[in-house]
């Protein structure tokens, strides 16, 4: 497995499969120029088997931290270890970067993704509640 930070949106468009609908090329080139966005893709024999993206988050008395915005890995690759490498490498990312700190949101019931991310140190921080505005263009 090789694991590579995406910086063209052809390389998103090719990882395409492990998202949940399709990349649009003016939104994946809008994600890679936003200061602080990286998408790493894992690679299985040059063929994408996984991807994690991270935006740093910074406020002006708690610095800066790593959101693990989202996780994927193809099903035919799952169970051999690509999602905790893929946590593993946004996490030496956002230390490298001086981020103080790394955190995802994960519904409480996703037993695969609880495994995948205790199985990569993340500690069990409490539950809490998530609301959202829909707001359309």
Do not use: Q
Request: charged share 25%; with cysteine.
């Amino acid at each position: 497995m090789d694991i590579r930070r995406a910086v063209t949106p052809a390389e998103i468009a090719a990882a395409e499969s492990l998202f949940d609908g399709p990349a649009r090329e003016d939104w994946s080139a809008r994600f890679l120029d936003a200061p602080g966005h990286l998408m790493l893709i894992a690679y299985v024999d040059g063929v994408p088997a996984g991807m994690v993206t991270g935006v740093e988050m910074s406020h002006p008395d708690k610095g800066t931290e790593m959101c693990l915005y989202e996780l994927s890995v193809d099903e035919g690759y799952r169970r051999r270890g690509i999602g905790r490498s893929l946590a593993l490498a946004l996490a030496d990312e956002a230390k490298a970067r001086g981020c103080y700190g790394m955190w995802v949101g994960v519904d409480t019931d996703n037993e695969a993704a609880l495994a995948t991310y205790a199985s990569a140190g993340a500690r069990d921080e409490g539950l809490f509640a998530m609301r959202g505005w829909a707001i359309a263009p």
